[in-house]
């Protein structure tokens, strides 16, 4: 099993429509989430991190954390062109200089 | 915005040679990181360091692999003698304790 598994994409919405991106994880103890954007060719760069059960609201994006079922989701309304990239669910534990495990990522295209 | 810096952007070497690449992080970040993502794979830990030493490391950061903050500022990673599977996009980033992870641009290693 892998530690953190994402949905297979790729993924395509229509412009204006919502993306939804999952992930689970499979170690219990993991205190912190996020949610990197990156593309092609490019360094990850965080999006959104969460780090209780519920939903968490930036701008068009939204994560979700449900840690009893070990899920983590991202939630992308009103999809634009410019938000076609590869998305990379990431999970951390409890200490500060703790290891973050990415995702393999979902790929994401939004057509206008 | 501050912002972690990473050089060389490219680099090409010869199997069997030395490299090291160089990163400044974020100035009052205390926890620094190595990742790296081979072409089409998924982004993996290397290395985590903290108080001038190695926290934590990953089966990957073998004997070929050392991490160095030589003068306070600079955060390397060497490769003792470098191998074709080495070849990859070589991430730094550092974080101030408080969970979020902030990536340099990478320094794309390519060994012939």
């Known amino acids: 099993q892998k530690e953190v598994e994402q949905n297979s994409g790729p993924l395509s919405v229509p412009e204006g429509a919502i993306a939804s991106l999952n992930c689970t994880y499979s170690?219990?103890?993991?205190?912190?989430f996020f949610w990197y954007r990156q593309y092609s060719g490019k360094s990850p760069e965080l999006i959104m991190s969460?780090?209780?059960?519920g939903d968490k609201e930036d701008g068009r994006f939204t994560a979700q954390l449900n840690k009893a079922s070990q899920y983590v989701s991202l939630l992308i309304r009103d999809s634009q062109p410019s938000d076609s990239a590869t998305y990379l669910c990431?999970?951390?534990?409890?200490?500060?200089?703790?290891?973050?495990?990415f995702g393999d990522g979902t790929t994401l295209t939004v057509k206008p | 915005e501050p912002e972690v810096t990473q050089t060389p952007s490219h680099q090409v070497t010869q199997m069997g040679q030395e490299v090291i690449l160089r990163c400044v992080p974020i100035?009052?970040?205390?926890?620094f990181y190595w990742y790296r993502q081979i072409l089409g794979q998924k982004v993996e830990f290397l290395v985590s360091f903290y108080n001038n030493e190695i926290s934590e490391k990953s089966e990957i950061f073998d004997d070929q692999f050392s991490v160095e903050r030589p003068d306070g500022s600079n955060f390397t990673l060497k490769i003792r003698s470098t191998k074709l599977e080495d070849s990859a996009m070589y991430f730094c980033?550092?974080?101030?304790?408080?969970?979020?992870?902030?990536f340099g641009e990478g320094s794309r290693l390519t060994v012939l």
């Open positions: 969460i780090y209780s059960n």
């Open positions: 990431a999970v951390r534990g409890y200490t500060n200089a703790g290891k973050s495990t």
């Open positions: 170690d219990r103890v993991s205190q912190s």
């Open positions: 980033a550092s974080s101030d304790g408080a969970r979020e992870l902030f």
């Open positions: 100035s009052n970040h205390l926890y």
